[in-house]
């Protein structure tokens, strides 16, 4: 009886002995966590892209781009008033984000059926950029315009859309 009384001894100290070495290789710690929300961005564009007036002649481009600098080409006749459109971008200061731009876009004219197609969009500045401390960006945006060869006169006007998003 006294060896099993042993046995049973030492069989309860080396359990005791093995749930102590268990419970202490287990640990633990703490973390902390954090998330900032960001203010909606809100987009506001603030002057048209514009063209001026041209004389189509056998066509060509008329290229206004977002620095305001213009170039034209083939035998068309570019004048007047040219500028890029202009956008102001509002959101959380110092946020970064970035523009997208369309791929085309394109005008009508006014009480007929004829277009003109706008592509080369371009923007200053370009592709991502920074919010100031204020929280908000001015940016332009210029493209290229195609006037066919007899282009019909008159006023043509056409949206684009651009977008912005937190980068």
């Known amino acids: 009886m006294r060896n099993t009384f042993r046995i049973a001894l030492v069989g309860a100290a080396l359990s005791a002995v093995s749930f102590a070495s268990a419970a202490s290789a287990a640990t633990s710690a703490t973390a902390n966590a954090s998330a900032e929300v960001l203010s909606t961005l809100t987009l506001t564009a603030n002057s048209a892209l514009n063209f001026g007036q041209i004389a189509a002649n056998t066509g060509g481009t008329v ?13 068309l006749v570019s004048t007047g008033t040219r500028a890029p459109a202009g ?35 371009n923007s200053n500045p370009a592709g991502a950029f920074q919010l100031g401390g204020t929280g908000s960006a001015n940016f332009a945006v210029g493209g290229t315009l195609t006037v066919a060869s007899g282009q019909v006169a008159g006023v043509y006007n056409g949206t684009f859309s651009v977008s912005v998003e937190y980068q």
Do not use: H, K, W
């Not at 206004?64 to 080409?73: H, I, L, P």
């Open 63 to 75: 290229t206004v781009n977002a620095d305001s600098t213009t170039a034209s080409s083939g035998t």
């Open 87 to 121: 956008f102001t971008v509002t959101g959380t200061p110092n946020a970064n984000v970035v523009l997208t731009l369309p791929a085309s876009a394109t005008l009508t004219r006014s009480g007929g059926t004829e277009t003109m197609a706008i592509g080369g969009f």
